[in-house]
Nanobody, 117 residues
């Protein structure tokens, strides 16, 4: 059974930073591209970033490019998202997902990130 458990969310002031983590189990993590997606209040899922199996290729949504960094540690079965210079529009529930550049695929329960305006 695929399990993805996110952590690291919280309340942060504009301009602040957070590091999200996602621990995977139930599948061979190193064989799958992974992504972060988010869902803001009252909106649909939005793709944020993706990373390929070896970590050599990454992609970012224009809204987060230059501020967020995706990374992975295959030995630890863990996906990361470093978020810097956070803005109120980054407020959302963040999910890790077993997918490439889409909002489909299995995902975890999410972690809440709140940046007040």
């Amino acid at each position: 059974e695929v399990q993805l458990v996110e952590s690291g969310g919280g309340l942060v002031q504009p301009g602040g930073s957070l590091r999200l983590s996602c621990v995977a189990s139930g599948f061979t993590f190193s064989l799958y591209s992974m992504s972060w997606v988010r869902q803001a209040p009252g909106k649909g899922l939005e793709w944020v970033s993706s990373i390929n199996i070896g970590g050599s290729l990454t992609r970012y949504a224009d809204s987060v490019k230059g501020r967020f960094t995706i990374a992975r540690d295959n030995a630890k079965y863990t996906l990361y998202l470093q978020m810097n210079n956070l803005k109120p529009e980054d407020t959302a529930v963040y999910y890790c997902a077993r997918t490439w550049a889409s909002t489909s695929g299995p995902r975890g329960q999410g972690t809440q990130v709140t940046v007040p305006s």
